[in-house]
């Protein structure tokens, strides 16, 4: 098999009829027909094998990750997804996996409506990158910019579980297999809230995802906004579901850890977003709509900076770092 049955093979399937993508796989250009009134809404994300996962990751679930992570972007602008292209860089022809990472990666895009519309192959160190296109009504894309002061600031989901399953498979702490199996799903299957984002067009002010730990994610948005931040550590310790397991007597699960598992943790793939506290029961509806938990878990402020508030009302030092690929 060579590079263009391998195309054929994986990733080449008839294009629904009536949908954004006019032209599919096999031509120099693909060729996506926005609607009227639509802005292309456009993304793209590496995952490079030995930085972010691991060179013997379950390919299925690679694949689910590769496009779920671009989804988790056109989520937080709000945005429908359309199409997306595949670039990829295999070390060798290894047909199981490609059948496993195709399957994995094409389930999700079906989920979505989102059709793989083309892409590049070539032989390298594993490394995937996709581009996303979605479409948003234009002029409504959610922005990180778009936060005022005394705004509320809300979290989906879950927060923390991936990086609990993370240290958990680097052998630093030690799991239950029932919380790590919860846990792992989180890191190896993330759900993007591709619903939620356009249900929050028009009640947010301002989102993003959270891919590389809430604090500094959030930092992002607050700068773009030109704002502060007051964090109430009693919500955001909430968020990691492995919370039950934190009550239990055994050292490892401390606070420390819980705090940089929620704050810092990163691969979560959950929404950030502000709203005026006029949109509370608007906020609180869109989760129910989309079955997906909110939770108010602070407010900006026109102070700048970022405050986190304990239980007691202390006001706690900020020792979690978010990722950063370049950080000295
Ligand atoms: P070109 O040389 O014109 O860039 P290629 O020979 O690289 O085109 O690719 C042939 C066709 O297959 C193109 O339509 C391209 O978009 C598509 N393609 C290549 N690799 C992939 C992939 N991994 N997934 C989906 N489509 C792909
Ligand atoms: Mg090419």
Redesign the pocket.
């Known amino acids: 098999m060579g590079?263009?049955d391998l195309?054929a093979r994986y990733?080449?399937r008839p294009v629904p009829t009536g949908g954004a993508v006019a032209l599919g796989?096999?031509?120099?250009c693909?060729l996506l027909t926005p609607r009227p009134g639509m802005q292309l809404a456009v993304s793209s994300d590496m995952l490079v094998a030995g930085r972010h996962f691991f060179a013997d990751t379950d390919p299925e679930g690679l694949g689910h990750k590769a496009l779920a992570v671009n989804l988790s972007d056109l989520a937080a602008c709000g945005a429908r997804p359309l199409a997306f292209?595949?670039?990829?860089a295999l070390p060798a022809l290894d047909a199981p996996w490609l059948a496993a990472f195709a399957r994995g990666l094409l389930a999700l895009a079906d989920a979505h409506g989102c059709t793989?519309?083309?892409?590049?192959?070539t032989r390298g160190p594993l490394n995937l990158c996709i581009t996303v296109f979605g479409e948003v009504p234009a002029g409504q894309a959610l922005l990180r910019s778009g936060a005022a002061a005394g705004d509320d600031i809300w979290v989906s989901g879950q927060l923390g579980d991936a990086r609990l399953a993370l240290l958990a498979l680097q052998g630093e702490i030690k799991l239950p297999p029932t919380a790590l199996a919860a846990a792992r799903l989180r890191l190896e299957r993330p759900t993007p809230r591709v619903a939620l984002g356009q249900v929050l067009r028009g009640v947010a002010s301002a989102a993003l995802d959270v891919s590389d730990g809430l604090l500094g994610d959030l930092n992002h948005l607050l700068r773009a906004s030109g704002v502060g931040a007051d964090i109430d550590l009693t919500q955001t310790s909430k968020l990691i579901a492995a919370h039950a397991l934190f009550t239990g007597a055994s050292a490892c699960f401390d606070s420390d850890l819980r705090q940089q598992c929620t704050l810092a943790g990163g691969d979560d793939y959950e929404l950030v977003f502000t709203a005026p506290a006029a949109q509370r029961s608007a906020v609180l509806q869109a989760g129910a709509d989309c079955g997906v938990a909110v939770t108010r878990i602070g407010t900006t402020s026109a102070q700048p900076g970022l405050r986190l508030w304990d239980a007691q009302g202390q006001l706690q030092p900020l020792r979690h770092a978010s990722f950063d690929h370049f950080a000295p």
């Open positions: 590079e263009f195309i990733f080449t796989v096999g031509d120099d693909a292209t595949l670039a990829l793989l519309m083309g892409g590049d192959t």
